[in-house]
């Protein structure tokens, strides 16, 4: 096959390019640690989201001594917990902490997706989306679905307070009650 | 000068009507897009926000399936029967395969459309994607699949074509044009195979109430093993005139036809196994899997870096043929004039940057800060948008004339309308482009909310959504400059068409590859083993863990399903609903 000399420098210098950034991918991923969404958490049946261990009662739950879980329902047109203009607690978790969200859909799809940062996730019904992300300063951040999910999308949107760690006062026992101590404290 | 309609009359028919149905695509295409920029921005808002997302689906379905697959079909038809020389086998059948897309088209959109309107429950606001558990009415399943069935067809009419020419012409290679016909078609073929079980098997016996759930991971990955390579169904009549048309609009002749078959053969290797980097951010699929598709994903950009070269190497040498000197110098000697040749070069030179921006999307830990953000209508209105839409007003300009044997109404408008294109898509897209960095949602009527603000890098929010406000206007009236001037090119009878619709041989020709090229059979079967690489184990994965038909999802909204779809009200959110009966 006759191809032109600067057509062949062209084609090796497409390819190292290529490379390169399958590389650098590759090291964001590994090196950095930025993992995918994956497969590891189970499904669930998203008609008997009620009936679920830690999705029937979504919310903030200490697991180790900065760990924090968070589950979290989206459904049309809001986040339990997350959406505060429906009355909804807002999701509060302590500064230096690392926060694994769980979120699912109880409906259609959605997405998690909170702004200036890169948590980014879809919510499918039947789906888990596991997400673990540190917090290492104080400061309130929007959610908003990014998927299309109906007539009232553009209504969905939540909000996650970090707190000051000296600050943050649930214990992660109870998180309804917890909730009145803290806002009492930013009052 | 012997055109076009004078040697193939009834083929330029079909043509003719295939271009037609794709401007009225087109026309409210526009029309839509024009409402949403003016919408999502604040500038003037004339419609509901819950019916933004009819007017969304509306623009996507009209803009990237009728307006660009009708004038594929146009412009295949043209380079099969062109440069094989010959009509179809049987012209009735060819008329068919126009008939069953047009049903196909009606179909569809006269749910999308009964959206406006609250005399019917008829609705199908389910966007272009159609994700489940959102449910559209039955019609636009069924029409989906009949445009889809035309397109089928339509490929089946140029094999037969290229079959009974291959008889007349037994050791000739392929000529270029029909080979890039059939090449995309093959990966059309491949790719549909997806979109079809998803509706067939799954989306349209569930809308008609014959299954009861579905699972939408499952469904929404065989939307994406047909969602990646539609993209390059649309962009291929463009490279077809980008490999073509192009160099001879520029003076000279292309500089290497064996390129231009390895690239599109990459094309229908690499193009469907990497549906899954629109799934990065989902649930339920490994990491692994992403993984694999991502490194695909990054070599399907070779094709178009080579085919970055092959054109720019064809201008240049057209703009040496007509004089240009230098380093630089020889742009000046290119035909800016032209607005076929001007419109395809902006085109392109959009589509090589939109090109660098998809190289963000693809790389999957960088996709968290762009996934559904503003940034990827940005990346989809630079390639589809302009580097399809823009090459195909362009080639308008060069093939209307030729189908209709009358001269283009105004070549200065012609001129002006690219160039304006150009200008409303810079306006439009780096907006865009900035405002998803800062985590502005795509598909949204309302990007403002009531908890927080975004905070831009530079500038401000008021100035993002001017450009896109401009932009947006600019590339209205761009589009109505277009239609108007083909309108009056359609009534433009008694004139001569002034072009020139001979296309001359390659500097480096077929001659110059091995034959092995042409072996469509060898590739298809590479094709399908590097898809069965990449989508077993996922879909089986899908399949295992959330069920064929789904962990029993209630379709939204519910059209003859009479089961009842009262979302389950729990005690502790009791006073929410009545502010969910408000938004719904």
């Not at chain 2, 085919?307 to 630089?328: C, D, K, L």
């Not at chain 2, 630079?382 to 283009?408: C, D, E, H, K």
Request: proline share 5%.
């Amino acid at each position: 096959m006759n191809i032109h000399r600067y057509e062949k420098l062209w084609l090796v210098a497409a390819l190292v390019l290529i490379v390169g950034f399958i590389a650098t991918i590759t090291y964001g991923s590994v090196g950095l640690g930025i993992a995918m969404i994956d497969d590891e958490a189970e499904t669930v049946n998203p008609e008997k989201l009620n009936e679920h261990e830690d999705f029937g009662e979504p919310g903030v739950k200490q697991v180790g001594e900065n760990e924090y879980e968070v589950y979290v329902r989206a459904w049309q047109f809001g986040f339990d917990p997350g959406s505060v203009e429906a009355g909804l607690d807002p999701i509060e978790v302590p500064a230096n902490s690392t926060v694994t969200f769980y979120i699912t859909s109880e409906d259609v799809i959605h997405s998690f997706s909170v702004v200036g940062t890169n948590i980014n996730t879809m919510a499918i019904p039947g789906e888990v989306s596991s997400v673990t992300v540190e917090f290492d300063e104080p400061g309130e951040y929007g959610i908003l679905c990014a998927e299309y999910c109906g007539a009232g999308h553009h209504t969905m949107e939540g909000k996650i307070i970090v707190h000051p760690e000296d600050e943050y006062a649930i214990n992660g026992t109870d998180v309804e009650t917890g909730n009145d101590t803290t806002d009492e404290t930013e009052a | 000068m012997s055109t076009f309609v004078d040697e193939y009359p009834t083929e330029a028919r079909v043509i003719r009507m295939a271009f037609w149905s794709s401007f009225v695509a087109l026309t409210l295409g526009a029309v839509f897009g024009f409402i949403q920029a003016l919408h999502r921005t604040n500038v003037v808002r004339v419609i509901d926000s819950t019916d933004y997302y009819t007017v969304l689906t509306g623009h996507g379905v009209f803009m990237v399936i009728t307006f660009s697959i009708f004038f594929l079909v146009g412009v295949f038809q043209w380079a099969v029967t062109s440069s094989l020389e010959r009509g179809p086998v049987d012209i009735r059948f060819t008329w068919s395969w126009y008939g069953v897309m047009s049903l196909g088209t009606t179909l569809v959109a006269i749910p999308i459309l009964a959206g406006f309107t609250d005399a019917t429950d008829m609705s199908a606001d389910v966007l272009f994607t159609f994700y489940a558990p959102l449910q559209a009415h039955p019609l636009f399943y069924i029409g989906l699949v009949l445009f889809v069935i035309g397109t089928w067809l339509a490929g089946a009419d140029w094999f037969l074509t290229w079959w009974t020419w291959k008889d007349d012409h037994p050791d000739e290679r392929i000529p270029l044009p029909t080979f890039m016909v059939l090449t995309t078609m093959i990966m059309w073929y491949i790719s549909t195979i997806g979109v079809a079980i998803s509706i067939l098997a799954f989306l349209l016996p569930w809308s008609l109430g014959l299954v009861d759930s579905v699972n939408p991971l499952l469904t929404r990955t065989l939307f994406w093993y047909f969602g990646h390579p539609v993209v390059y169904f649309w962009l291929m009549p463009a490279y077809l005139l980008w490999y073509n048309v192009l160099p001879k609009l520029s003076g000279g002749r292309l500089f290497s036809d064996p390129l231009a078959r390895v690239v599109f053969i990459l094309f229908i290797l690499l193009s469907t196994p990497v549906g899954i980097h629109h799934q990065y951010l989902d649930p339920g699929i490994a990491e692994g899997f992403k993984f694999i598709v991502m490194t695909n994903t990054m070599f399907l950009l070779l094709p178009s870096f080579l085919t970055a070269f092959t054109v720019v190497a064809s201008i240049e040498h057209g703009a040496r043929q007509r004089g240009g000197e230098g380093y630089f110098g020889w742009l000046g000697a290119l035909p800016w004039r032209d607005p076929s040749f001007t419109g395809m070069a902006l085109a392109g030179l959009v589509f090589s940057f939109g090109g660098f921006t998809g190289i963000v999307n693809a790389g999957m830990s960088l996709n968290y800060l762009v996934h559904n953000t503003f940034w990827v209508p940005g990346h989809i209105h630079t390639q589809v948008g302009t580097a399809v839409a823009l090459t195909f007003m362009a080639g308008a300009y060069w093939l209307v004339p030729q189908v209709t044997g009358n001269q283009l109404a105004s070549r200065s408008v012609g001129l002006f309308q690219v160039v304006l294109w150009f200008v409303g898509i810079v306006f439009m897209t780096n907006a865009m482009y900035r405002g998803g960095l800062i985590g502005i949602p795509r598909r949204t009527a309302e990007p403002q909310y009531q908890g927080f603000e975004y905070e831009p890098l530079v500038g401000s929010i008021a100035e993002l959504d001017a450009q896109v406000a401009l932009g947006g206007t600019l590339l209205f009236l761009s589009a109505i400059l277009f239609l108007w001037n083909m309108l009056l090119t359609a009534f433009n009878s008694g004139s001569e068409p002034v072009v020139d619709g001979s296309l001359p041989p390659a500097l480096s020709g077929p001659e110059d590859s091995p034959r092995i090229l042409d072996n469509l059979k060898l590739w298809t079967a590479l094709a399908l083993v590097l898809i069965l690489l990449a989508y077993s184990m996922p879909l089986a994965g899908i399949v295992q863990d959330g069920g064929l038909f789904g962990p029993n999802v209630d379709a939204f909204p519910v059209f003859v399903d009479a089961v009842s779809t009262a979302v389950d009200a729990t005690v502790r959110r009791l006073p929410l609903e009545s502010i969910r009966g408000l938004i719904t």
